[in-house]
């Protein structure tokens, strides 16, 4: 059985290798996922995402358990910080969740950011189109620990939930950033230490100034770590995946997201293109390493580079 029929048919250890395919920027993963992508479409993508300490990983534990007691199956991709010698996820997020490790209903996959910008992995979007087809019904997402410009979880989830910590000054510097604006759901954890009425004073103040939107996104109190408060965040995840029903907006967010995975493929593939042309024994590598003084315009040599990809028909 080939490999695309072997996760269709729910082969665990098929999507398994299919992810690290896609991890190792194989090129049989692309072909697999243009494969699979008649299957894809059914799965709710949820986008959790905050600065490092604030429990998104925590949160994704208890969110998964009330997901799996209302039957539905969930698919986790966890980003992680990469090892400096190995480019593997260092803090592994599948510890965090060691429970739900015998649930077949739960696939949880641990992913290093490999110096990828976003507070996403290379692959993640691969990742998110082979567990789609292989039949979850939700997809957490949990970035990187963020900071004021990781934006990138808005272009690939429905949902995106902005996890704060009170008193830690994270809340502060959201609405300093601008990430207050990709929110869908606001989450303040760790409600327990005390502090949390003037974190969400502070969001709500801050929403106050900005522009009037037809969603307004809730913010939900937790303290995920006691598991409370989650049933009622993942009540207003729900909420807003009626309202993008509802509004026509579901279509537009998904239309635009395979506009960017577009953006994103083409930007990978000519990157890859312009190392190729430069390192190669070509016109412009030459021109490059001949280059002693040091007086190269680059804009120029880029134009060469685009010149000669475009007389190559871009391959």
């Known amino acids: 059985m080939s490999l695309a029929g072997a996760l269709l048919s729910g082969d665990v250890r098929a999507l398994a290798r299919a992810i690290s395919l896609a991890e190792d920027r194989d090129p049989q993963a692309t ?41 539905q199956t969930v698919g986790v991709i966890a980003v992680d910080p990469s090892s400096p010698f190995t480019g593997g996820a260092v803090l592994g997020d599948r510890i965090r969740m060691s429970r739900h490790t015998l649930d077949r209903g739960v696939f949880i996959r641990s992913m290093g950011a490999r110096g990828h910008l976003g507070g996403l992995a290379a692959a993640t979007r691969e990742a998110i189109h082979l567990l789609d087809a292989y039949g979850r019904d939700v997809i957490l997402v949990e970035t990187v620990g963020v900071g004021q410009s990781e934006l990138e979880i808005s272009t690939i989830c429905d949902s995106v939930t902005l996890t704060l910590m009170p008193e830690s000054g994270d809340a502060v510097q959201t609405i300093k950033a601008g990430i207050l604006e990709i929110a869908d759901i606001f989450v303040i954890n760790k ?37 409370e408060g989650i049933a009622k965040a993942w009540e207003a995840i729900l909420s807003h995946q009626a309202y993008l ?21 083409v930007a990978e593939r000519a990157r890859e293109d312009a190392r190729r042309l430069l390192d190669g024994d070509t016109v412009v590598g030459r021109r490059l390493r001949d280059n002693r003084n040091g007086k190269l315009n680059p804009y120029t040599l880029a134009e060469e580079v685009l010149g000669e990809r475009a007389s190559q028909g871009g391959s």
Do not use: C, F
């Open 191 to 227: 409600v327990d230490l005390g502090g949390a009425e003037k974190t969400r004073r502070l969001i709500q103040d801050a929403m106050a100034l900005g522009p009037k939107q037809a969603w307004r996104p809730p913010i939900v109190m937790v303290s995920a770590a006691n598991e």
């Open 31 to 71: 072909e697999l996922v243009a494969e699979l992508q008649p299957h894809t479409g059914k799965a709710y993508l949820v986008g959790l995402t905050g600065a490092p300490g604030t429990g998104k990983s925590t949160l994704a534990d208890a969110l998964v358990k009330v997901i799996r007691d209302r039957g």
């Open 245 to 265: 029903k509802e509004s026509g907006a579901l279509t537009s967010r998904r239309q635009e997201r395979v506009k960017q995975e577009v953006v994103a493929l």
